[in-house]
């Protein structure tokens, strides 16, 4: 199974401002999928990051607000932009590969509060 | 799209309780996963198990996919195993996941 490494683990941020997080893994992977997490509630996809070209969005999340990298088979970024109290969440980075039995591993995860 | 229903919502046991929590969703499915969530966020990967019976310890899992459910049991509950549960499926065409409600579990000492 994939090693993933989500950075930062938690961070506290002034409404406004916009924070970047990173997603790691340790090996090549085909799939790579960044989930909201908000207080109290199950995972919402928010988008599929595709390497080399523009991320593809869930119903409900923009590009504007949620900015998405993948320069690589191994690496993603996540920014939440002119962040507001309601994106207090926590976001996760997901990996997995194509074809039959498929199965999602996902980093330890990023716990954004936003005053 | 695909919607996954879990049951119950909320389960208190008793150290040493067994429990059974169920996963339904509306469509076929080609993945289907297992997670438990731990205080701190992290998801664990409990079973990958798209059709068929798996056991680990003291946990197992069944899932129906020509009934479109699926089935978590937990034997001799201890309080490491509080946290939330989550199924979550992949349809057919896609590898993205779909989460479930989740089952929020709290095991008393």
């Known amino acids: 199974s994939a090693v993933i490494s989500q950075k930062p683990s938690r961070d506290i941020c002034q409404r406004g401002t916009s924070l970047t997080i990173q997603c790691q893994v340790d090996s090549q992977v085909t799939m790579m999928f960044w989930y909201r997490q908000q207080p109290g509630q199950s995972l919402t996809l928010i988008a599929t990051?595709?390497?080399?070209?523009?991320?593809?969005?869930e119903s409900g999340f923009v590009i504007d607000k949620f900015p998405i990298s993948r320069p690589n088979l191994t690496f993603s970024t996540l920014t939440v932009s002119n962040m507001s109290p309601e994106d207090s969440s926590i976001y996760l980075c997901?990996?997995?590969?194509?074809?039959?039995?498929?199965?999602?591993?996902f980093g330890q995860g990023t716990r954004l509060t936003v005053v | 799209g695909i919607q996954v229903e879990q049951s119950p919502p909320d389960l208190i046991l008793q150290e040493g309780a067994n429990s059974t929590l169920r996963c339904n969703f509306s469509d076929s499915v080609n993945n289907l996963q297992w997670f438990h969530q731990n205080p701190w966020g992290q998801l664990i990967n409990l079973f990958y198990i798209p059709s068929g019976t798996k056991q680990n310890g003291r946990l197992s899992a069944t899932t129906v996919a020509t009934e479109r459910y699926s089935l978590l049991y937990i034997s001799s509950s201890q309080t490491t195993d509080s946290g939330v549960y989550f199924c979550?499926?992949?349809?057919?065409?896609?590898?993205?996941?779909?989460f479930g409600t989740g089952t929020r579990l709290k095991v008393l000492a």
């Open positions: 997901s990996v997995g590969e194509t074809g039959p039995d498929t199965e999602a591993f």
């Open positions: 979550a499926v992949s349809g057919s065409g896609t590898y993205k996941y779909i």
């Open positions: 990051a595709n390497q080399g070209s523009e991320a593809t969005y």
